[in-house]
């Protein structure tokens, strides 16, 4: 999983530097492709349940599920784009989201508040620890920030396939509570809290897929995948350089 981790990582670095006004959505996934087949993996989303591209790539008031295309990016965006990457029969699922040239405050703290969410989330990724305390920290950041907390898309778990339980929502419930129980070394889950700058409210488009927010505000998604040890939360989804948490300047991505 380590490997199919570092592989999204580092296509992740390979599409950075386009991260700039004036590229299309369809020109990262092309490099997404690209990336993934010179690293000799296999894209996780290309097909899956029908999706028809390589990467999910969503802007501005794109929350999650975006299918890449002719819209171009321009100054001020928030774009957020999940990799999955299957490896020797393992996944990693990986979701960043980047500032594009100068961004407003309130953009930049979406950002802000949704990377501090999952921060939060991983820190609870420990042996002795239940799901719901993972979970509640979660909600406990993206709650006293007053930013909208989706709900309707949840993390899961993650090994030999993309989508494995448990479920792991960004918000404690009473059936969740129900269903709780004691975190183990070896469990490995995808953790991503989205944040909207307006309302929780998202409804999905036309084309069955993009998920936007409903009152047409900004929302970021952030992602990783991490594993569960004696010596604590391991971030299976960082590439060659980058360590957790990132540093400061690393905010945009």
């Known amino acids: ?69 002719s819209r171009q990016l321009k100054s001020g965006d928030l774009v957020s784009i999940d990799i999955g990457i299957e490896s020797s029969g393992f996944c990693g699922d990986s979701a960043r989201s980047f500032l594009v040239g100068e961004p407003a405050e309130e953009t930049l703290n979406v950002l802000t ?23 509640s920290g979660i909600e406990e950041v993206i709650e006293a920030s007053g930013l909208g907390l989706v709900r309707e898309f949840v993390g899961h778990g993650i090994g030999r ?6 479920q792991v929502p960004n918000f404690v419930s009473p059936d969740l509570e129900k269903r709780d129980f004691e975190l183990r070394e070896g469990l490995v889950l995808a953790i991503e809290p989205m944040v909207n700058g307006g309302g929780a409210g998202v409804k999905t488009l036309k084309d069955g897929w993009t998920v936007v927010t409903k009152d047409g505000q900004v929302s970021a998604h952030c992602e990783h995948t991490v594993a569960i040890t004696a010596e604590g939360p391991r971030v299976l989804t960082l590439g060659p350089g980058e360590s957790w948490p990132p540093l400061p300047e690393a905010v945009g991505q």
Do not use: W
């Not at 990377?115 to 993972?134: D, H, K």
């Not at 396939?161 to 448990?166: C, G, K, L, R, T």
């Open 1 to 69: 999983m380590a490997e199919a981790g570092e592989m999204v990582a580092r296509t992740f670095q390979k599409i950075a530097p386009m991260i700039e006004p004036g590229v299309t959505t369809q020109e990262i996934d092309d490099a997404v492709r690209d990336s993934i087949l010179d690293l000799g993996g296999k894209a996780l989303f290309l097909g899956y349940h029908g999706f028809p591209a390589h990467s999910c790539i969503s802007v501005n008031e794109e929350v999650v599920h975006g299918i890449p295309g």
């Open 161 to 166: 396939n993309m989508h494995e339980e448990p």
């Open 113 to 135: 508040v949704c990377r501090a969410a999952l921060a939060r989330g991983i820190e609870g990724a420990v042996p002795g620890n239940t799901l719901c305390g993972l979970i």
